[in-house]
């Protein structure tokens, strides 16, 4: 069984306020893409990788997985219109590659950098026992659910009753396919990840274990703390 990483990069990140994608940002000399990418290169696991990526910088992309030496790196293809056209777009190139149903796609967001070897491990382990695995946290904050206005709120949610999805996504080809395939029969056309699009069909999605420092880089103040933690050493107790 087979498992290939599905990077989506397919955004042009116009909430960061920058003049090129987000995910081709440089940190630390090195592109947010590669610093992805090479935890996926690094896992014994993965076997492949297949990049979303935006129009326009596919030779760029290239070039720095050449410099990097991100070897796996199998295919690029071009982003969606939005994030389930996008996904589409991605694990359909891995059944051009000749990829079987049964094998596994990693679908991960290019802006989470700071995925980790054990998020990946868990991932890719409760996927082969439950069929798919999204990776999840807790909600460990109060959370005011919106009102008809954004003023003010009279609701809170029960956070024992939550928890917050994060990527990577994993699910057999074959059933990420199939899925993809009812919800264009449906209608359903712009669910925003792969766990939302499963449970609008009905379908079930199992846990898999996630972390705090798993951020998602959106917002200008999400690099600082991005920067921060490639700069914070964990102490012994934490490895």
């Not at 293809?77 to 059944?95: F, L, P, Y």
């Not at 909600?139 to 206005?149: E, F, I, P, S």
């Not at 003010?152 to 990420?176: C, H, K, M, W």
């Not at 009812?182 to 609008?200: M, P, Q, W, Y």
Request: hydrophobic share 35%.
């Amino acid at each position: 069984m087979k498992k290939i990483g599905v990077i989506i990069a397919g955004g042009v990140g116009a909430r960061m306020g920058q003049s090129i994608p987000k995910q081709f940002l440089n940190v630390g000399e090195k592109p947010i893409i590669i610093y992805t990418l090479e935890i996926f290169q690094r896992h014994p696991n993965i076997d492949s990788i297949v990049v979303v990526c935006l129009d326009g910088w596919h030779e760029i992309l290239k070039s720095y997985a050449n410099q990097f030496e991100i070897t796996k790196l199998e295919s690029i293809v071009s982003g969606g219109q939005n994030g389930q056209e996008s996904i589409k777009n991605g694990i359909n190139e891995v059944k051009r590659l000749g990829y079987s149903d049964d094998d596994i796609v990693l679908i991960h967001d290019a802006i989470r950098p700071m995925v980790s070897t054990e998020i990946l491990s868990d991932n890719i382990a409760k996927s082969e026992t439950y069929g798919n695995a999204t990776t999840v946290v807790p909600c460990t904050t109060v959370v005011l659910k919106k009102g008809d206005n954004d003023i003010y709120s009279e609701e809170v949610v029960n956070r024992d009753e939550l928890y917050l999805t994060q990527t990577p996504q994993a699910f057999r080809l074959g059933e990420i396919l199939s899925a993809h395939k009812e919800a264009e029969e449906k209608g359903i056309t712009n669910s925003v990840a792969s766990c939302d699009l499963f449970t609008k069909l009905g379908k079930k999605v199992y846990y898999s274990a996630g972390s705090e420092t798993n951020i998602k880089l959106t917002r200008p103040g999400d690099i600082q703390i991005f920067k921060a933690l490639l700069n914070v050493k964990k102490p012994d107790w934490m490895k």
